[in-house]
T-cell receptor, first 109, second 114 residues
């Protein structure tokens, strides 16, 4: 069964304390892996798409990486405004998009 | 400004009532989607439409209906058959560019039962 999991479920960081969020997947063929940021009560905001193992993408303090089984979202020197829920989604070879449950990130000043 | 709009932001449903959630996009995207989001769960696909006048059931279509009469619009009706409708509903459209596909989301509608 196709599945996407994310860990940890929740993460509290001090401002400036770098860390990583994990997205693990078991799907029948990967066409793309997506990261989104979601603020409370709002729709998800697109961050990155990764297509093949070894690919990396960066945006400000965020860097996403992809292996054959998982993706990491690295957050370098986070600020309080980085607090949000980060969603991972996988597009399978038969064009289905499966979302993980998300990681809730809190960055404390 | 190009984007996806959803209305209303909050919607209250009485017992036995059908309610309709609006989704409009001016991005000229062919494909549109409806998802349901519950606390602690990933987004679950309700319905999707690849082109005008065509739509397909997603994983949790029971108790919901849609129409796609215009490219820009993809309304979702939550019928009285949906026994647990309280959730955050998200509409998305898909961009296809140079072989890459990305879904963009609207701001969401929160549905509450009175």
């Amino acid at each position: 069964e196709d599945q996407v999991t994310q860990s940890p479920e929740a993460l509290r960081l001090q401002e400036g304390e770098s860390s990583s969020l994990n997205c693990s997947y078991t799907v029948s063929g990967l066409r793309g892996l997506f990261w989104y940021r979601q603020d409370p009560g709002k729709g998800p905001e697109f961050l990155f798409t990764l297509y093949s193992a070894g690919e990396e993408k960066e945006k400000e303090r965020l860097k996403a990486t992809l292996t054959k089984k998982e993706s990491f979202l690295h957050i370098t020197a986070p600020k309080p405004e980085d607090s949000a829920t980060y969603l991972c989604a996988v597009q399978t070879s038969y064009d289905k998009v499966i979302f993980g449950p998300g990681t809730s990130l809190s960055v404390i000043p | 400004d190009g984007g996806i709009t959803q209305s209303p932001k909050y919607l209250f449903r009485k017992e036995g009532q059908n309610v309709t959630l609006s989704c409009e996009q001016n991005l000229n995207h062919d494909a549109m989607y409806w998802y349901r989001q519950d606390p602690g769960q990933g987004l679950r696909l309700i319905y999707y439409s690849q082109i005008v006048n065509d739509f397909q059931k997603g994983d949790i279509a029971e108790g919901y209906s849609v129409s796609r009469e215009k490219k820009e619009s993809f309304p979702l009706t939550v019928t009285s058959a949906q026994k647990n409708p309280t959730a955050f509903y998200l509409c998305a459209s898909r961009e296809r560019l140079a072989g890459q596909e990305t879904q963009y989301f609207g701001p969401g509608t929160r549905l509450l039962v009175l």
